[in-house]
């Protein structure tokens, strides 16, 4: 079984800065993707950032500039540093991951439990 567990949320100024980690645990082969979505009340899940385990990284409009993605694969952790916080950023962030359970298995996804972040004006 993997869990991935979220941390580093909470509330914060319009302007400040935040910075979420998720670890991944369990029965690992081998991670590929790392990434952070976010839901706000009404709205549909969103992906923020993205990160493949060489590293490359993609970023959604809206937080492009702002917010930093990196992973150490050796700690199976993704962060994702927040920074010039606005009120429309407000939401449950959730961490995902696509991984190998085992050197024969397919891939399965996994998501975290969900961190609230809330930027108040």
């Known amino acids: 079984q993997v869990q991935l567990v979220e941390s580093g949320g909470g509330l914060v100024q319009t302007g400040g800065s935040l910075r979420l980690s998720c670890v991944a645990s369990?029965?690992?082969?081998?991670?590929?993707?790392m990434g952070w979505y976010r839901q706000a009340p009404g709205k549909q899940r969103e992906l923020l950032a993205r990160?493949?385990?060489?590293?490359?990284?993609n970023y959604a409009d809206s937080v492009k500039g702002r917010f930093t993605i990196s992973r150490d694969n050796a700690k199976n952790t993704v962060y994702l540093q927040m920074n010039s916080l606005k009120p429309e950023d407000t939401a449950v962030y959730y961490c995902?991951?696509?991984?190998?359970?085992?050197?024969?298995?397919?891939?399965?996804?996994?998501w975290g439990q969900g961190t609230q972040v809330t930027v108040s004006s």
């Open positions: 990160i493949s385990n060489s590293g490359s990284t």
């Open positions: 995902h991951t696509d991984l190998y359970v085992t050197k024969y298995s397919g891939v399965s996804t996994y």
């Open positions: 369990g029965s690992i082969f081998r991670i590929n993707h």
